[in-house]
């Protein structure tokens, strides 16, 4: 039983319209496709949603990463995910966006082998995840339509993204709250856009908002501030950019830095670090949530099984495939009504066709 062929595709896909957080504005995301053949006919998919501004990896960094384990994964047995995952670390340090795309597609035939969908193989918590939808910067009045929006659509919770200017952060989270009604959940991301002092201002003045929790509001490298703005804000405060890795965890756990903890696939390495994660967390009694970068809806998969699967994920933001127009999986997946993620009937991902115009061509085959 081994890996007998490895595909690498390159997928262009559109946003809606440009997506803006506090570091930049999106228009498109340039992510990477892996496809594992097995000598037993079964076919594992995954997929890399690399961030420069991140992990330091670009669609190309990938590509070259994969050109160095690709290979080495020839003949390795697919279910021995751990193994897998340690070899890959042996041959490349670093790159967690290109190992979570073959993490993932490991998991996706360890379901499929099994004949189970993967969210009963890691701890079958739940049978469907909450996700909230996230809000992209604009003006305060166009972002209290967005969310008006969203709450007519079903929406329960949402992300607004914040950071670019306090005063009008305060003013966006006022209209937002305006607009969706008091029994919507509010969180808000600045994505590392304030400085302490900053953080600490806004998180007291949308305390009144009723907040859910703020993620990342000083530079990832910040802990010493981190720290300072969780003892002086009324709102908890989540960690996303400052863990990549359960040590990371570890290392804001023991600083009391944080409330929460965000994992996310593509910061981790996938399904399995982002489950040790979930595991150092519960430990300490520090809840967490699996996010997403711009993955299409086979990434989107992954990060809900593992939501589904795992005790101590509580939250879900797993909304990238909605924000993009282009549609890569045409059936199955983790679909999405009234703010729940379900699941189809199909086994692993559960993903069970992929467009393959959009697709292509694979760029490299291993075998």
Request: aromatic share 4%.
């Amino acid at each position: 039983m081994g890996i007998r062929q490895v595909e690498v595709y390159h997928v262009t896909l559109k946003y809606r319209e440009p997506f803006r957080i506090a570091a930049g504005v999106s228009t498109e995301a340039n992510n990477v496709v892996v496809k594992l053949v097995t000598d037993y006919g079964v076919i594992g998919w995954g997929e890399s949603s690399p961030s420069k501004r991140v992990t330091g990896e670009t669609a190309e960094t990938v590509g070259r990463t994969l050109d160095k384990i690709g290979p080495k994964l020839i003949r390795m047995c697919p279910l021995r995910i751990e193994q897998d995952v340690e070899l890959m670390d042996t041959i490349v340090e670093g790159n967690p966006a290109a190992k979570a795309a073959v993490d993932m597609a490991l998991h996706d035939v360890l379901g499929k082998t099994v004949g189970k969908p993967l969210f009963m193989l890691i701890g079958g918590y739940r049978t469907e995840v909450m996700t909230d939808v996230t809000l992209g910067i604009k003006s305060a009045k166009e972002m209290a339509g967005d969310a008006a929006k969203a709450v007519r659509k079903g929406f329960r919770a949402l992300k607004v993204k914040l950071g670019t200017d306090p005063a009008e952060d305060v003013e966006r989270v006022r209209a937002v709250r305006e607009a969706a009604g008091d029994d919507v959940q509010i969180r808000v991301d600045a994505n590392q856009g304030w400085t302490v002092k900053q953080a600490i201002d806004v998180l007291n003045k949308i305390e009144k908002f009723k907040i859910q929790f703020a993620e990342q509001p000083v530079s990832a490298e910040d802990i010493k501030g981190l720290r300072e703005v969780r003892r002086n804000s009324p709102v908890p405060i989540m960690a996303d950019e400052s863990v990549h890795s359960p040590r990371d965890a570890l290392r804001l756990i023991r600083a009391e830095a944080v409330d929460f903890i965000n994992i996310k696939l593509m910061k981790c390495g996938g399904i399995l670090n982002g489950r040790k994660i979930a595991e150092v967390a519960e430990a300490a009694g520090v809840p967490c949530m699996v996010g997403c970068m711009s993955e299409s809806e086979i990434g989107i998969a992954a990060a809900a099984h593992l939501a589904a699967g795992v005790k101590n994920i509580q939250y879900a933001d797993l909304d990238s495939d909605l924000l993009l127009k282009d549609r890569l999986v045409k059936k199955g997946g983790a679909s999405v009504k009234d703010s729940a993620r379900t699941f189809s009937k199909g086994c692993g991902l559960g993903v069970e066709e992929i467009d393959a115009q959009l697709l292509g061509k694979p760029l490299r085959i291993y075998k």
